[in-house]
Each structure stands twice: as structure tokens, then as C-alpha cells.
């Protein structure tokens, strides 16, 4: 069985899906395009040989069986119910929507129709990120106590762009970017109990909302996790890096150059006079464990992924409960920052039951 696609939304983030079909052969089909610009629907269309290039996408429904949609954040609850409801499979980039209830009619929909509904998380298939997940899980250096996320960049879209409306970003950085990575916590650590965040526009004036974001949650193991992300990077040490701190040292996901590598525990200098001198371990101390392509989000695992849950009827991986359930983490830490308060995290752990989890969690 070939299952015909159509790819809705074909800028900048369907540009960076194209590669991504080639592990598939003719398992999947594109067959049908559309984007607000009809230029550019015609283009992917010539690219994947779709029959059909629209600017409606609902004139693609009768052509497929399933749909990515790579569309504005505050277009995608609209635009993926439509598909739900012709009988559509749906890949939604993330996040899956802007408003809990919004996801919610999502996740009914999908439910009810016996559908898939997926969002677009591919750090979850870096195999960066796969392999160091498994290195955490067995306790290769020993139980961990605290993992960081750092995301550098320069993201500054042109004047008008939707990306710098709060409204149709559904936030700010943390929102459309930091999801990935709250969601990476999430899938790491377990369930979370209490969090802060501390966003700003400072350098990132062209944002409505926050373009650098701070976070840190505890979690209810005793493991701290924190996420540093900027779109206002003018310069970069850290780029696209994971570090797990464990009591026998340290694994580091290098993403940006695509190495793995643990640091093994070091004890430093003997002491002296009943003190031991603090000084870092050697600079050369780590042991590459994995090579990949640097500078790869490995968007094939996702879609491939997709594709084995349509054919077999599986959970996916990044499905519709799921992804609330980071949404949720990330609108609590919204509103307890506008409050000043910490926030209460408990009962969004992604194996906890997200039919009662709720947005509010904030006393009176």
C-alpha cells in the first residue's frame, strides 16, 4: 500500500521536509500540495511530482490519505480538524495547536475517527538524542541528578513575519521553539513537580513576546532539568547541545557537530592541607561514543515514524495527549511567571493521565 500525501504549508519548514521522504521509497506518495502562495505550491509539487498545487488546501483532501501540515501555529487546530473530519491522517508540525482546548478537539477528533495524529517533535528520532536517551536509561555513568538543554541561534524573521506575532506564534520562543525540548525533558526525566521561567526581549526586540528563554523544573525523581534557548545568538559556544550530569560523570549530545560523548568521572588533585584544589578535568577527556551528519534534524526518523503508525495502527510516539501534556508544562510556567509564583507541575508527566491534568494550576 502507497499512502498519498499532501503537504500543506510549502515556506521555509516545507522546504526542510523534502529530504526527509527519501527513506521511504513507495511507501509514501506526495500527491497534493497547497500554500497561500500558489508559486510555491507548484514548485514542491514539480519537486515531489504531485498532481495537484493549490492555494486551498482543502482541495487536496480528495487526493490523500494523509496530511503534514507546515502552516502558521495559529492556523493548524483549523486546518487539522478539517483534515481529521474528511478521514485524514494528520502530521502537525508542532506545537499540535495555541489553546488547550484547541488541542483538545484535536486529540477528540483523531479518537473518535480512529485516526493518527502525530505532532512533529523530530529530536525524539536524532539518534544523538535516541542513543543518549538509552545511555541515561542504563545508568552508563551511574543515576543522573541534571540535565541542560542550550539552544543558540539567530532567528530574526522580516518585518511582518507571523513568527514575530505572539498571537499566531501562540508565545514567544519558548513556545515554538522550547517545545521540542520541554518535551525532551519530559520524555527524559518523568514527571515533573514544580518550575520556573524567565523570559526576555532583550536583543530580540523584533518579538512580541519573549525571543530568550530560561527554564528549570524539578522533577519528581530529584532530577533538575533546565532549557536555555535564544533566537538572538550573535555568537555561539554551546549551538545545539544536551548535557546529562550523572555521579560518574557526564554524557554531552554535541547536536550542533553531531558527537556523542561521555566524560568519565574524574576526582581531580589530591587534596592539600585537607582541601581538595577545584579545577576542571582535562579538555580532551571525553570519549566519542557516536559520529552523525552535523547539522541534521534527521526529519526521516519522524516521517518515517508517521508512516509505520498509518500502516500498523500504532500509538505514535509524539501523539496528541503527549504533546498537551508539554503544552501545558509551558502555558503553567507562562502564568506563574506573569504572577511571580512558581508553578506547579504536577500530574504532566507524559505517562500520567492527561484527561484531568488542566491548564490552571495557580492558587486563587
Same mark, same amino acid.
Given at each position: 500500500?502507497?499512502?498519498?500525501?499532501?503537504?500543506?504549508? /510549502?515556506?521555509?519548514?516545507?522546504?526542510?521536509?523534502?529530504? $526527509?521522504?527519501?527513506? @521511504?521509497? *513507495?511507501?509514501?506518495?506526495?500527491?497534493?500540495?497547497?500554500?497561500?502562495?500558489?508559486?510555491? &505550491?507548484?514548485? $514542491?509539487?514539480?519537486?515531489?511530482? $504531485?498532481?495537484? &498545487?493549490?492555494?486551498?488546501?482543502?482541495?487536496?483532501? *480528495?487526493?490523500? *490519505?494523509?496530511?503534514?501540515?507546515?502552516?502558521?501555529?495559529?492556523?493548524?487546530?483549523?486546518?487539522?480538524?478539517?483534515?481529521?473530519?474528511?478521514?485524514? #491522517?494528520?502530521?502537525?508540525?508542532?506545537?499540535?495547536?495555541?489553546?488547550? +482546548?484547541?488541542?483538545?478537539?484535536?486529540?477528540?477528533?483523531?479518537? *473518535?475517527?480512529?485516526?493518527?495524529?502525530?505532532?512533529?517533535?523530530?529530536?525524539?528520532?536524532?539518534?544523538?538524542?535516541?542513543?543518549?536517551?538509552?545511555?541515561?536509561? +542504563?545508568?552508563?555513568? %551511574?543515576?543522573?541528578?541534571?540535565?541542560?538543554? =542550550?539552544?543558540? +541561534?539567530?532567528?530574526?524573521?522580516?518585518?511582518?513575519? =507571523?513568527?514575530?506575532?505572539?498571537?499566531?506564534?501562540?508565545?514567544?520562543?519558548?513556545?515554538?521553539?522550547? /517545545?521540542?525540548?520541554?518535551?525532551?525533558?519530559?520524555?527524559?526525566?518523568?514527571?515533573?513537580?514544580? %518550575?520556573? #521561567?524567565? %523570559?526576555?526581549? @532583550?536583543?530580540?526586540? =523584533?518579538?512580541?513576546?519573549?525571543?530568550?528563554?530560561?527554564?528549570?523544573?524539578?522533577?519528581?525523581?530529584?532530577?533538575?532539568?533546565? #532549557?536555555?534557548?535564544?533566537?538572538?545568538?550573535?555568537?555561539?559556544?554551546?549551538?545545539?547541545?544536551?548535557?546529562?550530569? /550523572?555521579?560518574?560523570?557526564?554524557?554531552?549530545?554535541?547536536?550542533?557537530?553531531?558527537?556523542?560523548?561521555?566524560? #568519565?568521572?574524574?576526582?581531580?588533585? &589530591?587534596?592539600?592541607?585537607?582541601?581538595?584544589?577545584?579545577? @576542571?578535568?582535562?579538555?580532551?577527556? %571525553?570519549?566519542?561514543?557516536? +559520529?552523525?551528519?552535523?547539522?541534521?534534524?534527521?526529519?526521516?526518523?519522524?516521517?518515517?515514524?508517521?508512516?509505520? /503508525?498509518?500502516?500498523?495502527?500504532?500509538?505514535?510516539?509524539?501523539?496528541?495527549?503527549?504533546?498537551?501534556?508539554?503544552?501545558?508544562?509551558? =502555558?503553567?510556567?507562562?502564568? &506563574?511567571?506573569?504572577?511571580?509564583?512558581? $508553578?506547579?507541575?504536577?500530574?504532566?508527566?507524559?505517562?500520567?493521565?492527561?484527561?484531568?491534568?488542566?491548564?490552571?494550576?495557580?492558587?486563587?
Amino acid at each position: 500500500m502507497t499512502i498519498r500525501l499532501g503537504i500543506i504549508g /510549502c515556506g521555509d519548514m516545507g522546504e526542510s521536509h523534502r529530504s $526527509a521522504f527519501a527513506e @521511504l521509497g *513507495d511507501r509514501v506518495r506526495v500527491t497534493a500540495t497547497a500554500d497561500v502562495e500558489l508559486d510555491r &505550491a507548484r514548485a $514542491a509539487a514539480d519537486h515531489f511530482g $504531485a498532481e495537484l &498545487a493549490t492555494t486551498d488546501y482543502r482541495d487536496t483532501l *480528495d487526493a490523500v *490519505d494523509a496530511v503534514l501540515v507546515v502552516t502558521p501555529h495559529d492556523l493548524h487546530a483549523e486546518m487539522g480538524l478539517t483534515a481529521l473530519r474528511a478521514g485524514k #491522517h494528520v502530521l502537525m508540525e508542532k506545537p499540535m495547536a495555541v489553546s488547550e +482546548q484547541e488541542c483538545l478537539d484535536l486529540i477528540a477528533e483523531s479518537s *473518535d475517527r480512529d485516526l493518527v495524529l502525530m505532532t512533529a517533535y523530530p529530536m525524539r528520532f536524532h539518534p544523538l538524542v535516541r542513543t543518549l536517551k538509552n545511555l541515561v536509561d +542504563q545508568r552508563l555513568l %551511574g543515576d543522573p541528578f541534571h540535565m541542560s538543554i =542550550w539552544t543558540e +541561534q539567530l532567528t530574526m524573521p522580516a518585518e511582518g513575519h =507571523w513568527i514575530r506575532s505572539a498571537k499566531r506564534l501562540g508565545g514567544g520562543q519558548l513556545f515554538s521553539h522550547g /517545545c521540542h525540548y520541554v518535551d525532551l525533558l519530559l520524555w527524559f526525566l518523568g514527571r515533573p513537580e514544580r %518550575g520556573t #521561567h524567565m %523570559g526576555s526581549r @532583550l536583543g530580540t526586540p =523584533w518579538m512580541e513576546r519573549e525571543g530568550t528563554s530560561d527554564l528549570i523544573m524539578a522533577f519528581e525523581s530529584g532530577i533538575t532539568g533546565y #532549557h536555555f534557548g535564544t533566537w538572538g545568538a550573535r555568537a555561539s559556544r554551546m549551538g545545539y547541545s544536551i548535557h546529562v550530569h /550523572c555521579v560518574g560523570g557526564m554524557l554531552e549530545a554535541d547536536l550542533t557537530n553531531g558527537r556523542l560523548y561521555a566524560h #568519565h568521572g574524574w576526582d581531580g588533585p &589530591a587534596p592539600r592541607g585537607g582541601l581538595a584544589e577545584t579545577l @576542571l578535568p582535562p579538555a580532551d577527556a %571525553g570519549e566519542l561514543l557516536v +559520529q552523525t551528519e552535523a547539522d541534521d534534524k534527521h526529519l526521516g526518523g519522524e516521517i518515517v515514524h508517521f508512516v509505520e /503508525c498509518v500502516e500498523t495502527g500504532q500509538r505514535p510516539l509524539t501523539d496528541g495527549p503527549g504533546s498537551l501534556q508539554g503544552l501545558r508544562v509551558i =502555558w503553567r510556567l507562562y502564568e &506563574a511567571e506573569e504572577r511571580g509564583l512558581v $508553578a506547579d507541575l504536577r500530574g504532566l508527566g507524559l505517562d500520567e493521565d492527561w484527561r484531568g491534568a488542566g491548564r490552571a494550576s495557580l492558587p486563587g
